[in-house]
């Protein structure tokens, strides 16, 4: 069973699944794609917008209560996909925002549009609050198209890469492809998730995703990828933020 880092499975806290009837069909979904366990990761934009955190706490125990009570093989860890603002990193630092799964692993998103110069910027003020960041579908970001900018990141500030399933399954256009290719063979892509945000259109896609890594990046690629995700939740304990 698949580990899937990157998850808009809660409903009614941000752009993902819009009803708790939306939530259950996407948490059997997900089961039926081969998905054990999720880090469920909603926007949170710190200082910007306020995130409904009671709201969540509850749709998350809800959603725990509904796999419970249909016997679905899944477990719920929480997280948050951020997206990076001048408050990210004091808020980070105050523990206001939450990382996946209570580790000291934040999932960074930035704005498509974001020079490369305030992305390593943030980075490293991530990073600077002992922070390991994992920068959410790199496949995004046209200031980062270079493997020598992504491997002075995972140096300088130990950043991650995440990339989305779907961009694996569908074409790369080809001005980025060579790059995309790269990051894989070169083995600098830590993780590969389905960033679900719904049933219809967005909907999940591991096996499909995974069966195209293996495809394109051989096997032992693959399995490398599919354990660096269960390692963030398994060992979650072993580095969890001590308040
Ligand atoms: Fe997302």
Same mark, same amino acid.
């Given at each position: 069973?698949?580990?899937d880092?990157?998850?808009?499975?809660?409903?009614?806290?941000?752009?993902?699944?819009?009803?708790?009837?939306?939530?259950?069909?996407?948490?059997?979904?997900?089961?039926?794609?081969?998905?054990?366990?999720?880090?469920?990761?909603?926007?949170?934009?710190?200082?910007?917008?306020?995130?409904?955190?009671?709201?969540?706490?509850?749709?998350?125990?809800?959603?725990?209560?509904?796999?419970?009570?249909?016997?679905?093989?899944?477990? !719920?860890?929480?997280?948050?996909?951020? #997206?990076?603002?001048?408050?990210?990193?004091? *808020?980070? +630092? $105050? &523990?206001? %925002?939450?990382?996946?799964?209570?580790?000291?692993?934040?999932?960074?998103?930035?704005?498509?549009?974001?020079?490369?110069?305030?992305?390593?910027?943030?980075?490293?003020?991530?990073?600077?609050?002992?922070?390991?960041?994992?920068?959410?579908?790199?496949?995004?970001?046209?200031?980062?198209?270079?493997?020598?900018?992504?491997?002075?990141?995972?140096?300088?500030?130990?950043?991650?890469?995440?990339?989305?399933t779907?961009? !694996?399954?569908?074409?790369?256009?080809? #001005?980025?492809?060579?790059?995309?290719?790269? *990051?894989? +063979? $070169? &083995?600098? %892509?830590?993780?590969?998730a389905t960033?679900t945000?719904?049933?219809?259109?967005?909907?999940t896609c591991?096996?499909?995703?995974?069966?195209?890594?293996?495809?394109?990046?051989?096997?032992?690629?693959?399995?490398?990828?599919?354990?660096?995700?269960?390692?963030?939740?398994?060992?979650?304990?072993?580095?969890?933020?001590?308040?």
């Amino acid at each position: 069973m698949y580990t899937d880092i990157h998850s808009h499975v809660i409903w009614g806290v941000d752009d993902g699944a819009e009803t708790r009837e939306e939530t259950f069909r996407m948490l059997k979904e997900a089961v039926a794609d081969g998905i054990g366990t999720i880090v469920c990761t909603p926007h949170v934009t710190p200082g910007v917008y306020k995130f409904p955190e009671q709201t969540f706490q509850e749709h998350f125990r809800d959603a725990e209560v509904y796999i419970q009570q249909e016997k679905l093989p899944l477990k !719920l860890y929480q997280g948050a996909e951020i #997206l990076y603002t001048e408050n990210t990193p004091r *808020l980070l +630092r $105050e &523990g206001k %925002v939450p990382t996946m799964a209570g580790t000291n692993y934040a999932l960074i998103e930035f704005s498509p549009t974001d020079k490369r110069e305030h992305i390593f910027d943030a980075l490293q003020k991530v990073a600077g609050c002992g922070m390991i960041p994992i920068i959410a579908h790199m496949e995004r970001y046209p200031a980062i198209g270079k493997i020598e900018q992504v491997e002075e990141m995972k140096s300088r500030f130990r950043a991650m890469v995440q990339i989305n399933t779907r961009s !694996l399954t569908k074409k790369i256009p080809l #001005l980025r492809r060579g790059f995309f290719d790269k *990051l894989f +063979r $070169e &083995g600098l %892509v830590d993780y590969v998730a389905t960033d679900t945000h719904a049933m219809e259109g967005r909907g999940t896609c591991m096996t499909a995703g995974i069966k195209a890594l293996e495809d394109k990046y051989g096997e032992v690629t693959a399995k490398r990828i599919i354990k660096m995700a269960e390692g963030l939740v398994i060992h979650s304990s072993e580095f969890r933020i001590q308040n």
